[in-house]
């Protein structure tokens, strides 16, 4: 049986998700509400987006602890953007907490108003140089020794690995390369690392 991967919908940019690992010959299926939660999955994607909105949602639909125990008992994750906001064990200038797991410290919006959103090229350990849309990306200030830097960008981290956790803070989703996505299910769903 392929693999069967949820992927969280309730806001932001998850089709793209979707249309990347289907071509990688996994299988999709939406998470929207809490039933959607009953079937089984191997695997799940945090999306980019808004992540006050996306844990909101997720509280409000009783589907945040269920969620978080998934991912603390090791459950592959690929996260971007705000998905590895909702990953992070802190956020800079902030007490909110979402699920974490991930010791890393991000700063929301850390490349400001000028320089929102742009496109990066730069090398992906493992994959090769890929192109890197960043849309209001966050901005990984400090991460734990045990934390894998799989691509820096302008001196920060900006792809980590952490046990099952593949955790970006810009889109690869967006730029029609799946290497990224094929490199997750190779590697970490596979547990071949
Ligand atoms: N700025 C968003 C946040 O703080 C993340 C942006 C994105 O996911 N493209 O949640």
């Known amino acids: 049986?392929?693999?069967?991967i949820a992927v969280l919908a309730l806001q932001g940019a998850f089709i793209e998700h979707e249309q990347m690992f289907r071509s990688c010959g996994a299988e999709c299926f939406e998470l929207r509400q809490k039933t959607d939660l009953r079937r089984h999955f191997d695997a799940l994607v945090l999306p980019g987006g808004e992540s006050t909105a996306q844990s909101k949602l997720l509280r409000e639909l009783d589907m945040f602890d269920e969620l978080a125990a998934r991912i603390?008992?090791?459950m592959p994750v690929f996260a971007t953007c705000a998905g590895i906001?909702?990953?992070a064990e802190k956020i800079a200038d902030s007490e909110v907490h979402h699920f974490g797991g991930l010791p890393i410290t991000v700063k929301r919006n850390a490349y400001g108003r000028q320089l929102s959103s742009f496109w990066a090229e730069e090398y992906f350990s493992g994959?090769?140089?890929v192109s890197m849309p960043f849309i209001r990306a966050p901005q990984i200030?400090?991460?734990a020794p045990a934390v894998e830097i799989l691509a820096f960008y302008g001196g920060y981290p900006v792809a980590v690995r952490y046990g099952n956790?593949?955790?970006m803070t810009f889109h690869p989703e967006i730029t029609g390369d799946k290497r990224i996505h094929q490199w997750f299910?190779?590697?970490i769903c596979t547990g071949n690392l």
């Open 1 to 4: 049986m392929s693999l069967q």
């Open 72 to 74: 603390r008992a090791g």
């Open 165 to 167: 956790m593949l955790a």
């Open 185 to 187: 299910t190779n590697n």
């Open 85 to 87: 906001i909702l990953l």
């Open 141 to 143: 200030e400090s991460a």
């Open 127 to 129: 994959v090769g140089v």
